[in-house]
């Protein structure tokens, strides 16, 4: 088992530039989410998909965020236009069937905006 | 406000000294309460999930325990590769979101 897959796992940018981090959770999981983590903060949920349709998206923080589950196997975050205050790290977690069940994190993408 | 809080922040132990990491939560309508390891520059890794007060779980030197109000870690004997931040995470009620707490950094000394 693969676990939880994500890419770019480090990225640099500058502010204003469109950044896209991507995620490919365990195969057979239906639940997908992204959290943030930042030392002042810890992990805060962003988004929660349930079979591919998002149903939370509440944690959100801007306009600036957008994501996209376009099939089981594929999930984007994007950040345009980004800011310096954008920068932590970005986990893709996913569970079994809801979102009560156990949920397994990815490596997680570093993200500096400079 | 739903609310996790974890304590201490960071705790040193020598290598054999056991101790306890404190996870207290204010939530309504308690699902399920979780634990997670996480080593620098990974993702938490899951270790337990507890249902209702009473409940234990143990893990090699790691043993958690649950009440109505806070969840405790217990670590015995541990071995200077159990240093890691250990995250306590509550699934409450209303909208099924996993509240994090901010994590108890554990050093174990040789």
């Known amino acids: 088992d693969a676990g939880v897959i994500q890419s770019p796992r480090h990225e640099v940018t500058e502010m204003g530039q469109e950044v896209t981090l991507r995620c490919k959770p365990i195969?057979?999981?239906?639940?997908l989410f992204w959290y943030r983590q930042t030392m002042m903060r810890g992990l805060e949920l962003l988004i929660y998909?349930?079979?591919?349709?998002?149903?939370?998206d509440s944690g959100m923080p801007e306009d600036r965020f957008s994501a996209k589950m376009p099939n089981a196997s594929f999930s984007t975050l994007k950040i345009q236009p980004s800011e310096p205050r954008d920068s932590a790290v970005y986990f893709c977690?996913?569970?079994?069937?809801?979102?009560?069940?156990?949920?397994?994190f990815g490596p997680g993408t570093r993200l500096l905006v400079l | 406000e739903d609310q996790v809080t974890q304590s201490p922040e960071a705790l040193r132990l020598q290598e054999g000294e056991s101790s306890s990491l404190n996870c207290s939560y204010t939530?309504?309508?308690?699902?399920?309460l979780f634990w997670y390891r996480q080593d620098p520059g990974k993702g938490p890794e899951f270790l337990f999930t507890?249902?209702?007060a009473g409940e234990e779980k143990e893990k090699e030197r790691l043993k958690a325990t649950l009440t109505k109000k806070e969840s405790f870690l217990h670590i015995t004997a541990p071995k200077p590769e159990d240093s890691a931040t250990y995250l306590c995470?509550?699934?409450?009620?209303?909208?099924?979101?996993?509240?994090f707490g901010k994590g108890t950094k554990l050093s174990v000394k040789p």
């Open positions: 977690a996913s569970s079994l069937e809801r979102r009560q069940e156990t949920q397994y």
């Open positions: 195969s057979g999981h239906n639940s």
């Open positions: 998909f349930n079979n591919n349709v998002p149903i939370d």
């Open positions: 939530v309504s309508g308690l699902r399920g």
């Open positions: 507890l249902y209702s």
């Open positions: 995470a509550v699934l409450e009620g209303s909208q099924g979101n996993l509240i």
